[in-house]
């Protein structure tokens, strides 16, 4: 946008009659006219005006004040939208946890952790070789009280409650449905392990063939992802923090084009119209012209073209 201000500037202050000013007033005839719009200077203009410092020297055509004054507007847009940016993204208070994995809890003893209690969560960490989770489990048997609950209910108020004081430990499939409901929760990490699930059916059972093949089929065609997406995220009430999510994530995003796209279409339409103008300035002072010397417009049409 610089570059292409500051060269149709330099060419439309080459093309008008208005910016080709008398040097000395003595003299109303001079052989050779000069103009303050170089191309070096009208990069200097552009810059100064990107800077909000200004120049030595202004435009005296309306084609080049058209220029200059949406030059101006746009430079002002878009130095508004980044300082206010920067100042949101500067003053926006961030939920940054200082937990982000298992090993960072196992780090710490100020936020206690627990688990369903005789889950499969806490059989996995009781029966674990990992060192770390090891430590964890110990961590989770000494702590005083308890942090094992009787029900997965009861570990979701407790971290509720707690303030974040206290994580509760579960199966990802679980945190997922709690989350999409209850909008003060949020997932941290990874999983820990992965285990499948399974249907329980008696030994040599006639329908375990078929069954599995089912279930292999709704996998294959994504059936069973639409069926976790309708009950864990459309219906009983999930998927009710998804705008405060987007909200809450749209305060860090950094200020792109779909931002300030309409600044540039205002621009590229005001340096249209600075080029009508500058077309008819031009016919318009070359008629007049034409008119006061007395000779035909044809002839002095090229005359009035300057470039030096």
Known sequence: AYLGV????FI?????PYEWPVPNPCDPHPEKLQTQFTLMNCLWFAIGSLMQQGCDFLPKAVSTRMVAGMWWFFTLIMISSYTANLAAFLT?????SPIESAEDLAK???IKYGALRGGSTAAFFRDSNFSTYQRMWSFMEASRPSVFTASNIEGVERVVKGKGSYAFLMESTSIEYVIERNCELTQVGGMLDSKGYGIAMPPNSPFRTAISGAV?????????HILKTRWWKEKRGGGSCRDDTSKSSSTANELG???VGGVFVVLMGGM??????AVCEFVWKSRKVAVEEREPYQKKHPKECRFE
Request: with cysteine; net charge positive; charged share 25%.
């Open 6 to 9: 500051s060269v149709l500037l």
């Open 12 to 16: 439309l202050a080459r093309f008008t």
């Open 92 to 96: 926006v208070e961030r939920m940054d």
């Open 108 to 110: 710490q003893t100020k």
């Open 216 to 224: 292999l089929k709704l996998q294959e065609e994504g059936k069973l």
């Open 257 to 259: 084009l779909a931002n």
């Open 272 to 277: 249209g119209v600075a080029c009508v103008i």
